[in-house]
T-cell receptor, first 113, second 113 residues
């Protein structure tokens, strides 16, 4: 079983829609949760960072962490064509090989004008 | 300030050859991590270097190795290349640890033929 599971999509939505992206994980030691956005031919860029459970909002983006369910989400409000990218969840904690990050495989999002 | 710089951007090698990839982190960042990104597996952690010492290592064979220099620049070497090594290799830097996230480079696209 993979440490982190993420639906690869692809996801296609009209401009202005609310987008929900999700990841599940199996390691209860994970405490740091992040979302990265990756445009084609670019490296991932950090979008949101959350420590432990709870919500965090930044502009049109909201990250949620539910540690009891081992489930994290990223919501994008009023989606724009410029949001079209692959979104990767990442998480970290102490594992059997020390503190390292585990990534989901990414969800491809297309926002149609 | 300059971001994470990876060279070369693209590389084509033959099976059995070896390859060296280079990464210059953001100025002042002392931690450099390497990831392999493939469509099926997503980002997989190779290793992390901090102050010229390997601090953490993923589950890759010994053909994958790395090092870090006193100026924090890092190199990654893959010996005896296999077709399955074809991937995007990403370097990521952080100040001390990746607890608050990485800054990624644009990657080196390696194709093994």
């Amino acid at each position: 079983q993979k440490e982190v599971e993420q639906d690869p999509g692809p996801l296609s939505v009209p401009e202005g829609a609310i987008v929900s992206l999700n990841c599940t994980y199996s390691n209860s030691a994970f405490q740091y949760f992040m979302w990265y956005r990756q445009y084609s031919r670019k490296g991932p860029e950090l979008l949101m960072y959350t420590y432990s459970s709870g919500n965090k909002e930044d502009g049109r983006f909201t990250a949620q962490v539910d540690k009891s369910s081992k489930y994290i989400s990223l919501f994008i409000r009023d989606s724009q064509p410029s949001d079209s990218a692959t979104y990767l969840c990442a998480m970290s904690g102490i594992s059997n090989t020390g503190n390292q990050f585990y990534f989901g495989t990414g969800t491809s999002l297309t926002v149609i004008p | 300030k300059a971001g994470v710089t990876q060279t070369p951007r693209y590389l084509i090698k033959t099976r059995g050859q070896q390859v060296t990839l280079s990464c210059s982190p953001i100025s002042g960042h002392r931690s450099v991590s390497w990831y392999q990104q493939t469509p099926g597996q997503g980002l997989q952690f190779l290793f992390e270097y901090f102050s010229e010492t390997q601090r953490n290592k993923g589950n890759f064979p010994g053909r994958f190795s790395g090092r870090q220099f006193s100026n924090s620049r890092s190199e990654m070497n893959v010996s005896t290349l296999e077709l399955g090594d074809s991937a995007l290799y990403l370097c990521a830097s952080s100040l001390l640890s990746a607890t608050y996230g990485y800054t990624f480079g644009s990657g080196t696209r390696l194709t093994v033929v």
